[in-house]
């Protein structure tokens, strides 16, 4: 079944540390998204990416980066810079914005990030 | 700019009474609509959509999103709310006409009482 896999689904992180969250998707989708989601609260846009060698910032990009060197795989690393870094992370892909507008997002099942 | 609003943080209903969760969204072209649902320490599911033609859209679980281009809403409905419909509903937006990212309202939290 093709899908979208995020893993840990549990990762502890010690102030200081950095961490990298792994989405890899096997839907043949263009474009993947990295979301942060804080107890009670929406979903804010971290980094996104449109095509393989290429992505932007979203409104919450201080402190995380991210690589996209295979159309399948974003990783997302949370730097010692990101001060607060405890929250759920969510991934998603869609197919080319070009040709697929009218696609919605497919999402992982998310990687709750604790620093302890 | 595109944008999409959800006026109520929290839905309270009954099992066995009909629910609405509302979503309002502003955008410069035709819009693309979305429901998600997501249920605790999950990823968001995709509920329905509605990109063009019949103004009732018919999604997953029962579910059903009425589009009104007039009053710019696409609130989200079911005739009869079960307990295991309690989660979190998000509503997302796409200009048809630009190449623009969904955006998402802040979601509503569904709770429903047995």
């Known amino acids: 079944d093709g899908g979208i896999t995020q893993s840990p689904k549990y990762l502890f992180r010690k102030e200081g540390q950095n961490v990298t969250l792994s989405c890899e998707q096997n839907l043949n989708h263009d474009a993947m998204y990295w979301y942060r989601q804080d107890p009670g609260q929406g979903l804010r846009l971290i980094y996104y990416s449109q095509i393989v060698n290429d992505f932007q910032k979203g409104d919450i990009a201080e402190g995380y980066s991210v690589s996209r060197e295979k159309k399948e795989s974003f990783p997302l690393t949370v730097t010692s810079a990101q001060k607060n870094p405890t929250a759920f992370y969510l991934c998603a892909s869609s197919p080319s914005l070009n040709t697929r507008r009218h696609y919605g997002y497919t999402f992982g099942s998310g990687t709750r990030l604790t620093v302890v | 700019a595109q944008s999409v609003a959800q006026p109520e943080d929290q839905v309270n209903v009954a099992e066995g009474n009909p629910l609405t969760v509302k979503c309002t969204y502003s955008v410069s072209g035709n819009p693309y609509l979305f429901w998600y649902v997501q249920y605790p320490n999950r990823g968001l599911q995709f509920l329905l959509k509605?990109?063009?033609?019949?103004?009732l859209v018919k999604g997953s679980y029962g579910f059903e999103a009425e589009f009104n281009k007039s009053q710019t809403s696409f609130h989200l409905k079911k005739p009869s709310a079960l307990v295991s419909d309690s989660a979190l509903y998000f509503c997302a937006v796409r200009d048809g006409g630009s190449q623009g990212n969904l955006i998402f309202g802040k979601g509503t939290k569904l709770s429903v009482k047995p």
């Open positions: 509605y990109i063009t033609g019949d103004n």
